[in-house]
Nanobody, 116 residues
Framework: QVQLVGSGGGLVQAGGSLRLSCAAS????????MGWYRQAPGNQRDLVAT???????NYGNAVRGRFTISRDNAKNTLYLQMSSLKPEDTAVYYC??????????WGQGTQVTVSS
């Protein structure tokens, strides 16, 4: 089992920036993939971005070009740099971890609110 603790959310004006972090601990295996997903009220949980431990990234269409995912394998920490934020980016952001065992582990979620 892998435990994930996300942080860094908050309230920001449209056009601003925020950086999310997610610290992983527990039974971490390699290779693995970590990522960010988000869920707004009444909506499904959507992909924001993923990154493998070799640095291969994938972004959702809504954030490509504005958000950057990165990770520090030595610290088992995942990051999401969010720029040019829009009100429609408002959601609870969840970090995730997945390895060859198959199950997807989730963090507790951190709220991001973008005001217009």
């Amino acid at each position: 089992q892998v435990q994930l603790v996300g942080s860094g959310g908050g309230l920001v004006q449209a056009g601003g920036s925020l950086r999310l972090s997610c610290a992983a601990s527990g039974s971490i295996l390699r290779p693995n993939m970590m990522g960010w997903y988000r869920q707004a009220p009444g909506n499904q949980r959507d992909l924001v971005a993923t990154i493998t431990d070799y640095g291969i990234t994938n972004y959702g269409n809504a954030v490509r070009g504005r958000f950057t995912i990165s990770r520090d394998n030595a610290k088992n920490t995942l990051y999401l740099q969010m720029s040019s934020l829009k009100p429609e980016d408002t959601a609870v952001y969840y970090c995730s971890y997945q390895d060859r065992r198959g199950s997807q582990n989730w963090g507790q979620g951190t709220q991001v609110t973008v005001s217009s």
